[in-house]
């Protein structure tokens, strides 16, 4: 009985373990496709978003197979979606596009305090913003040009002194000599008539006819005369100079006038730290000190010859080899009624960082550029005269022949 009762229990438990079992492996297969199902729609769905939106900004400026990024500089719409062998944006066959900005030719220039002006304030501007100026033209004056002005008059005075010290001292040299000759005269005179006396009065001596006092008087009378023409000789020679040489008189007042010269060329020099003059021909750009103000570390103002506008574009580094001087560029700008046109006139020999950045936030801000500077035409230069510093964006049309 208890076999037969413990025979007959075993099919029931047998036959659960197996539906049991059955059960738990197809719940296994169930959720196991359910994930496989998951997983691919997923990858479905990743994959239609990375290709639909492959082409917007934030992809425009990831690195390339070979880790190079794109530069801000040749985002352009028509060119950014191809890339070069570099990995960078190859704009187009026929053109590559740059960021840049205008400026004059020669670019803008600073006008600072003159060398020497030390803590001298602007009193009074000559110019204003846009007017014309000429080299050499004043355009600012400071509060030191009065003391300056006056120091040039006293030089004019003290120059004016030494030229009448200097006609005295010829004057009184001229008189003093003929002096000097008229007493050599009187004095030989005198010595001529002071031998006549001495010899009258030693022949009478020896007579018996003279005293021996007498005799005496006479000997010093012919010393005396001796004496006096030897005075008069000297003040021949102290005002009458040797052959060649100026009489020291005259020449101490001549040396007397030059320093008096030398002290008005100080003076005049001086007079031009009391003013500021342009150096160049051109257009006032900017007033960045006004009358009142010590001129200020960025100068007084700035200059630029605006009547000759130029483009200077920031070239990729790997687009640069296809950029050669006389290449047609043209120039665009929302701020523009219509494109620029010139020509390449120089390319830089240094490479340098990116300094005019795309609008894009996401655009690469640590590009290596090549400078490139194009002439304007003078119709596109009357356009930009008054634009200096406007970021454009600029087309080199390079062609196939500069690959």
Do not use: C
């Not at 992809?59 to 191809?82: E, H, K, R, V, Y």
């Not at 304030?121 to 004056?141: C, F, H, K, N, Y």
């Not at 005075?231 to 005002?239: F, G």
Request: hydrophobic share 45%; charged share 20%.
């Amino acid at each position: 009985m208890e076999t037969e009762t413990s025979l007959s229990a075993l099919p029931m438990p047998r036959a659960g373990l197996v539906e049991e079992a059955s059960f738990g492996q197809s719940r296994l297969s169930l959720q196991g496709f359910t994930i496989r199902v998951v997983v691919v729609l997923l990858i479905f769905v990743v994959g239609a978003f990375l290709g639909a939106y492959r082409g917007l900004p934030f992809f425009s400026g990831s690195p390339g197979i070979d880790g190079i990024t794109n530069p801000a500089a040749t985002l352009d719409p028509q060119s950014a979606s191809a890339t070069n062998n570099e990995g960078a944006s190859s704009q187009s066959e026929s053109s590559v596009v740059a960021l840049g900005r205008l400026q004059p030719k020669g670019k803008t220039i600073t006008v600072a305090s003159p060398s020497g002006a030390s803590d001298a304030r602007i009193a009074s501007l000559l110019l204003d913003e846009g007017d014309r100026v000429t080299t050499g033209q004043t355009v600012a004056e400071l509060d030191s040009l009065p003391s300056l002005q006056l120091a040039v008059a006293s030089a004019l005075v003290n120059i004016s002194a030494k030229e009448a010290a200097l006609a005295q001292a010829r004057a009184t040299v001229a008189v003093n000599l003929a002096e000097a000759k008229a007493s050599r005269d009187r004095a030989l005179a005198a010595v001529q008539l002071a031998r006549q006396a001495l010899e009258r009065e030693r022949s009478l001596s020896q007579g018996g006819a003279s005293s021996r006092s007498t005799l005496q008087s006479a000997e010093a009378s012919l010393a005396q005369s001796m004496s006096d023409l030897a005075k008069a000789d000297a003040s021949i020679v102290r005002y009458q100079s040797a052959a060649g040489t100026l009489q020291p008189d005259i020449a101490v007042a001549e040396r007397n006038l030059d320093l008096a010269k030398a002290e008005l060329a100080a003076a005049r020099d001086n007079l031009g730290k009391g003013v500021v003059i342009s150096p160049i021909s051109g257009t006032v750009i900017a007033i960045n000190s006004r009358p009142g103000e010590r001129p200020a570390s960025a100068g007084i103002m700035t200059l630029g010859d605006t009547g000759h506008m130029q483009v200077e574009l920031e070239v990729y580094q790997t687009d640069i080899r296809r950029i050669a001087t006389g290449q047609t560029v043209s120039i665009s700008s929302p701020a523009l009624s219509q494109d620029l046109e010139g020509s390449v006139t120089l390319i830089g020999h240094e490479v340098e960082q990116q300094t005019v950045l795309s609008a894009d936030p996401a655009a690469n801000t640590d590009a290596r550029v090549v400078r490139v500077t194009a002439d304007l035409d003078f119709r596109s230069s009357s356009l930009a005269a008054r634009l200096t510093g406007l970021e454009v964006v600029g087309r080199v049309a390079v062609g196939k022949d500069h690959e």
